[in-house]
Each structure stands twice: as structure tokens, then as C-alpha cells.
């Protein structure tokens, strides 16, 4: 196929220049036929085929080539068959012998019409997309993979995120609260996709079952939720790309920060940034197209959702709860009774009735001991021998001055002195550790070793005046005076000697 410039030159030496055809043929050493042709067409017209071909060695085996196909549908993505793979197993399995190229050609072909084309959809103002991504950072010196919710308002592309150690169901509630929050307004409706957390069954014709947790939010807030096909991830594309978004530029580099908290403030500062952003062909900002998503959304409810997962559940013989395969410790004066437990996702709640009976640090290892030792100081008032192997104190990281108390108790008091300083260990259930350790040094600093001494001391700190140990301060109090012991005091004990 000749090129454009050629085309020219030659229309130019017969239209312009007024030379024949057959002086063209001869100057540029083309036929006749060719130089016919660039007079009639001032562009290369291309190879036209007159009678479409088919795959004379090819057609046979296009059943076998289609099998490959449909079966790579269900195979790993990375073991999937490629052109030349296909063409090999025709040449070695088939006899096939034709080309590679007729292959590479209809497997091209076959794979571009089996390619899912889409709608592009319109996104009203004041909805809104969530789903969940994954991601690694390094929080409080630990690496770790983090899960972080993402809700989407489509229209203007405003978003939120949140990050959390799992993703649980305290933590789909707590980012939803959290989202509420930063856009000041409840979406319209949600759309998810089919996440176990709020779909507990799908039903044959379509409609879900959704959770109990899931349906106390909805209740709360009042919003309609959608869900996305099954497989699906188009549905929602709008937040799939926010996941992908926020990973790449949130948490690339690897993030690191000193807690969970940290990290949030700083991916909500992050969320905030973007409003400043344009998104798309948008010639307006985020921020100026989410005035409109803002007017649309409805307003929050007077009290926010308690985000909490809730279980019931039953305090054992060693006064533990069990919660996500941990045991949470309380008081253990509530043995053997039923308890509700509300999983935070930083802290586990419990309450007997409707009395909160322990509150501790939410732990997400696997077979963890959480205990408060203060839970189980009573009972050892009971058992002192149980100081010293009582699992609930180990490690509990008292001031050494208190350790010091109890070496000057027991020398002096033996195993009475180990019951008094269980009693002042006691005196932490009702007040703070800096009192008590400052009674502590106090009452070793004057002597006053016991439990009465500290305590008396603690009380006048709390009660912001000085200890009053000197009896002295007391005038009205009788003074003692002691003698010397003599044989003839006894005689007013005998009353034939008293005579």
C-alpha cells in the first residue's frame, strides 16, 4: 500500500501539472491500473475484502477453543490460558496446523465480547455508598493489617474514612456513627454490597434477611438500604474506586501512628483536604458540589447509636466473662450470675441488670486474660494465702513503696500484717492510686505502719486537711502515765494482806 505523500505527487503531476496516466506510470514506475486508481481516490481506499473468509484449519477446533475459555472463567486468575497457551494445546493435543496469529486473533475477539459493558449512571444528591477495605500500617510500634470503612457520597465524591483493628460489627456500627457525624446528616439510603455483617441470608427471590445490629441501625437512623448483586462490585463502583483511593493515597507509605484514634483523626483531616480537590471533569470542587448532597441528607437523631455489639452472657466460678474468646474479668460478688456484654471497638462493657459492673480495654488477641485486679482483692481479704499466686495480680505494676509497706507489716505482724495490707490494696476501690501511694509513703515516713494509718491518712488528703496521729492534738483525752511495777501493788489484791 502506497503512502499519502505518494498519492499526492502523482494527482498533482496529472491534475495540476496536465501530464497524461501513461507519463505518470512511467515517471513514478507505477502500472497503469495503480495510477487509475490514485486518480479516482485521493486517499489510500485500504484492501477491501469482497467475500468475507472463514477459518478453513481453524474451524473445527473453534468448539474445543471455546471450552478453554468458559472453563478459565472459574480458574485462578493467574492460571488462566493465554493465546499462545491455546495455540500450543491446538498444535499438540489437536494437530492444528495453522498459524499463531489466526489463534491470538480469535481468542482476542471471543475474550472482548465476553467483556461486561456497563451503564454510566446518574447520582442523586444525598446518597451514599459503604464498604470496607484492608490495609497495613504500623500502630503503637506494631504492624498489623487494618480494616478501614469508607462511606461514599456519590454526587459530589465527598467521603469518609475510618480504620479499625477488624471488621467487626461494633466497627460497621462505629463508622457509620462516626460518618454520620462528619457530614452533619443521615443519607437518604445506602447501598452495600452483601457483606455478613448486615445481610444474615439472602432469600430466593431476592430479598435479604438482615442482622439484628444492622437492623437496630437502620431503625435509628432511618435510612433505606440497598444492596448490590452478589459478585458484583460494579453496583458500587463509586466507593470500590474510594478504597482503592484512600489506600493509594491515605495509606502510602505505610502509615504509622501511636494509636487507632491517632490514625482516624488524621485520615478525617485527610477526608476534609479533599473537599478542596476536583473530581472527574467536575469544574467545581468537591466541597462546593457536597453543598448539595448537605441540603439532601436528613438530620441527625437527638442521641447518636451506641455502637456496640451486645451478647449475653454468664460469669463463671472464677469470675470471668467470655467475649470473642476472651475472658474479661468482675467483681466476685457477681459469680455464677447472667450478664449482658457490649463489645466496643476499644473497650468491652458489662452490665448485670441494668447496673455496669466492669469496663476494660478491648482486647483482640486470641485467649487473652483481661483482668482488673481490684475485682478480686475482697475474696483474697478471705484467702490471704492466695496473694502471692492470685492470677489477676500478676504484674500489676504498683508503686515499689507499697512492696515496702508489706515487708514492714509482716515483720511486725506476721500473717496479720499480710491481711492488713491486703486492706489497704483495698482502699484502690474507692480511691485514686496517687492517694493511696501518697498514704502509703506518708504513714512508713512517721511510723504509723498499718491499716487504720494509712487510711486516716488517705482520708485527710482527700479531705484536704492534716492528719491528725499526734494525740496531742486531742487535750480532752486523759493522759496515761505508767509505773514502774512494784510487789506491794499487788497486795490491795489480797485481803488478808490489805488488812
Known amino acids: 500500500m502506497f503512502a499519502v505523500e505518494v498519492y499526492a505527487a502523482v494527482r498533482r503531476f496529472v491534475f495540476i501539472d496536465g501530464n497524461s496516466r501513461r507519463e505518470a506510470a512511467r515517471v513514478f514506475g507505477l502500472s497503469r491500473e495503480t495510477v487509475l486508481k490514485m486518480c479516482r481516490f485521493s486517499l489510500p481506499p485500504g484492501y477491501t475484502r469482497t467475500k468475507p473468509v472463514g477459518k478453513p484449519k481453524l474451524g473445527p477446533l473453534l468448539p474445543v477453543i471455546g471450552a478453554i475459555l468458559e472453563a478459565d472463567r472459574t480458574a485462578p486468575v493467574k492460571q488462566r490460558h ?22 491470538k486473533d480469535h481468542v482476542r475477539l471471543c475474550r472482548a465480547r465476553g467483556r461486561e459493558t456497563f451503564v454510566p ?29 469508607c462511606m461514599d457520597l456519590p454526587q459530589s465524591d465527598a467521603c469518609f474514612v475510618k480504620a479499625f483493628p477488624r471488621e467487626t460489627t461494633e466497627a460497621f456500627l462505629d463508622g457509620h456513627v462516626s460518618a454520620f457525624a462528619f457530614f452533619g446528616g443521615v443519607p437518604q439510603s445506602i447501598l452495600y454490597d452483601n457483606t455478613t455483617i448486615a445481610v444474615a441470608k439472602i432469600l430466593g427471590d431476592g430479598k435479604r434477611e438482615r442482622t439484628r445490629a444492622f ?11 440497598r444492596f448490590g448483586r452478589p459478585g458484583k462490585g460494579n453496583d458500587k463502583g463509586k466507593v470500590e474506586g474510594l478504597v482503592k483511593h484512600a489506600r493509594m493515597k491515605f495509606m502510602t507509605p505505610i502509615p504509622h ?36 448532597d448537605t441540603l439532601a441528607l436528613r438530620a441527625l437523631p437527638p442521641v447518636p447509636l451506641e455502637p456496640c455489639e451486645k451478647r449475653a452472657g454468664r460469669v463463671s466460678s472464677t469470675a470471668l466473662v467470655r467475649y470473642r474468646t476472651n475472658d474479661y474479668s468482675v467483681p466476685t460478688r457477681y459469680g455464677f450470675q447472667d450478664v449482658v456484654v ?56 504498683l508503686p515499689d513503696v507499697f512492696q515496702h509497706l508489706r515487708h514492714l507489716l509482716e515483720a511486725r505482724m506476721g500473717n496479720r500484717g499480710k ?12 480511691m485514686p492510686m496517687e492517694i493511696v501511694t501518697f498514704a502509703v509513703t506518708e504513714a512508713i515516713h512517721i511510723g504509723a505502719i498499718g491499716f487504720d494509718g494509712v487510711k486516716l491518712i488517705a482520708l485527710a488528703r ?35 494482806l490489805a488488812a
Request: proline share 4%.
Open 82 to 103: 493465554t493465546a499462545k497457551r491455546i495455540f500450543e494445546r491446538l498444535r499438540d493435543e489437536h494437530g492444528f496446523a495453522g498459524g499463531y496469529t489466526v489463534v
Open 121 to 149: 449512571l446518574a447520582h442523586p444528591p444525598g446518597h451514599a455508598q459503604v464498604d470496607f477495605g484492608e490495609a497495613v500500617g504500623v500502630i503503637g510500634g506494631v504492624r498489623q493489617k487494618m480494616h478501614f470503612l
Open 215 to 225: 437492623t437496630e441501625l437502620v431503625s435509628h437512623y432511618l435510612f433505606a438500604d
Open 257 to 292: 501512628a501511636a494509636s487507632y484514634d491517632a490514625f482516624n483523626a488524621e485520615l478525617a483531616e485527610r477526608c476534609r483536604a479533599r473537599q478542596d480537590e476536583r473530581a472527574g471533569r467536575h469544574a467545581e470542587t468537591i466541597g462546593e458540589r457536597l453543598v448539595a
Open 342 to 397: 457490649k463489645g466496643f471497638v476499644d473497650e468491652v462493657v458489662i452490665l448485670c441488670g441494668a447496673e455496669e459492673i466492669a469496663r476494660h480495654a478491648r482486647s483482640y488477641g486470641e485467649g487473652v486474660f483481661v483482668a482488673d485486679p481490684l475485682h478480686y482483692l475482697a475474696l483474697i481479704e478471705m484467702k490471704p494465702g492466695a496473694l502471692d499466686q492470685a492470677a489477676a495480680l500478676q504484674g500489676w505494676a
Open 419 to 430: 491481711r492488713e495490707f491486703i486492706q489497704v490494696l483495698r482502699l484502690l476501690e474507692a
Open 462 to 496: 482527700i479531705e484536704r486537711r492534716p492528719p491528725r496521729l499526734d494525740l496531742a492534738a486531742y487535750p480532752h483525752l486523759p493522759k496515761l502515765q505508767v509505773k514502774t511495777t512494784r510487789a506491794a501493788d499487788y497486795a490491795a489484791l489480797v485481803p488478808e
